[in-house]
């Protein structure tokens, strides 16, 4: 029982002194410190700890204190009210929080890989950008790239692409309502895509024998290439 008050804040005298009141129900600082085992300048110290945190009182019995523990149910009183303190300052605390986040970078292969990185583009829910459209997706994920284009437009999310110009009949099939393209002229054909989206950089390969996504979290390597994009959506 011990182990547990300590864990609810009681120091293990604190704890040692009220299970022996509560048994005792009442007694006198010096009978308890030879119950616990304790020097009665000790005792007097860690009653009065208790006395303070609410969990003993005293009676005055022919000039003595005698000493009485309040009902265990007084600490999870004690714990609520803990609570509802820290419950207050959360807030304040939670905007002292700032943390950098770590750059991360994660492979994805083969054509579930790619899925699996769509399906991080819609978790976003955000407008996505994208330069050196192939079109090969439509190819690759015939049937499933589709479904992923309604379930963008479906989530409001946007879409502007920088395309190759070989890539015009695929670029054909987005819903127009939330797809805006631009194309690159044919001497500028890319062979992999980059996809700007969250706070992540993907580059993306589509070609029969090399299948796969590499994606960069970096807030500020997000940031470099999203102002590359606006500045090549621009001159287009």
């Given at each position: ?92 605390l ?72 070989q ?52 807030k500020?390597l ?13 001159c287009?």
């Amino acid at each position: 029982m011990e182990d547990v008050l300590k864990e609810f804040g009681l120091n293990e005298r604190e704890a040692k002194m009220y299970i022996a009141l509560l048994k005792e129900i009442s007694c006198t600082a010096s009978k308890l410190a030879k119950i616990t085992k304790m020097n009665r300048t000790t005792a007097y110290l860690e009653l009065e700890n208790l006395m303070r945190k609410g969990l003993v009182s005293y009676v005055i019995k022919e000039s003595k204190r005698y000493y009485q523990a309040a009902p265990p149910e007084k600490i999870l009183a004690l714990l609520e009210n803990k609570k509802r303190r820290f419950e207050d300052i959360l807030p304040k605390l939670k905007q002292q929080f700032i943390r950098e986040e770590p750059f991360k970078i994660e492979v994805f292969e083969g054509k579930e890989g790619i899925k699996t990185f769509y399906h991080d583009i819609y978790n976003t829910g955000k407008e996505f950008l994208v330069f050196g459209a192939t079109g090969k997706a439509t190819e690759v994920l015939k049937y499933s790239y589709p479904n992923f284009l309604k379930k963008f437009t479906k989530a409001n999310i946007k879409e502007r692409v920088i395309a190759n110009i070989q890539a015009k009949e695929a670029m054909e099939t987005h819903p127009k309502t939330h797809f805006k393209v631009k194309y690159l002229p044919g001497k500028y054909k890319s062979e992999v895509t980059t996809i700007i989206y969250g706070n992540k950089i993907a580059i993306q390969s589509l070609h029969k024998e090399n299948i796969y996504v590499v994606i960069i979290k970096d807030k500020y390597l997000h940031k470099s290439y999203k102002k590359y994009f606006e500045f090549m959506w621009s001159c287009i």
